[in-house]
């Protein structure tokens, strides 16, 4: 079946710097959802991207959809302790209303 | 409540037990997705509902798992004759219309032990 792949499976970084996860498959996806999930909690919805090229911001989290329809990058600026958590990206290839799930990326923020 | 509610949050049971898991969605939100996450891993889908209707089961990985949403808005998971394997997160999510594409809202899940 469709997979996406995130890599690496951990990211750390300093508090205050920037960072870029990408999300890639081997096929076609029409849409694009990026998800942070906290310890305990189930994922909640970050930035919804639908259109091939598009670029959506919601307060220091940029995403973008890519031209090819195959990837995704999601950025965090200037990011802060509360940033801490896996994020997934997931998408919808349009055959079905199933999501598929990358694996995640482990972000970690030292103070 | 505002966000999807699922119970238990936590089950433990001894394999060869049945166990029957709880979700509400989101009011007036006619779509309804159960998702099975395994620890490291990203949610997978189990099964899809359209109002009552169940229209995408494929994602059940047996004939142990069985799911239900009888007048459209909570839904139930049953696991008949557990096994280890069966042991994961299962996450209920649920979407305001019909139809793919649509962002899905998520339940904090049940963490679902099997002994």
Not at chain 1, 75 to 97: M, Q, W
């Amino acid at each position: 079946g469709q997979q996406l792949n995130q890599s690496p499976q951990s990211m750390f970084i300093q508090e205050g710097e920037d960072v870029s996860m990408n999300c890639t498959s081997s096929s076609i996806f029409n849409t694009w959802l990026w998800y942070k999930q906290d310890p305990g909690e189930g994922p909640v919805l970050l930035i919804a991207l639908y259109k091939a090229g598009e670029l959506t911001s919601n307060g220091r989290l940029t995403a973008q959809f890519g031209i090819t329809r195959k990837d995704s990058f999601l950025n965090i600026s200037a990011s802060i302790p509360s940033d801490v958590g896996i994020y997934f990206c997931a998408g919808f290839t349009g055959a079905n209303s199933k999501l598929t799930f990358g694996k995640g990326i482990t972000l970690s923020v030292r103070p | 409540g505002a966000g999807v509610s699922q119970s238990p949050r936590y089950k433990v049971a001894k394999r060869g037990q049945d166990v029957a898991l709880r979700c509400d969605p989101i009011s007036g939100h006619v779509s309804l997705f159960w998702y099975q996450q395994a620890l490291g891993q990203g949610p997978e889908f189990l099964t899809y509902f359209q109002n009552e209707a169940q229209l995408d089961k494929s994602g059940l990985p047996s004939d142990r798992f069985f799911a239900e949403r009888p007048e459209g808005s909570v839904s139930t998971l049953k696991i008949q004759r557990t096994q280890q394997e069966d042991s994961a997160v299962y996450l209920c999510a649920s979407s305001r219309w019909a139809g793919g594409n649509q962002p899905q809202h998520f339940g904090d899940g049940t963490r679902l032990s099997i002994l």
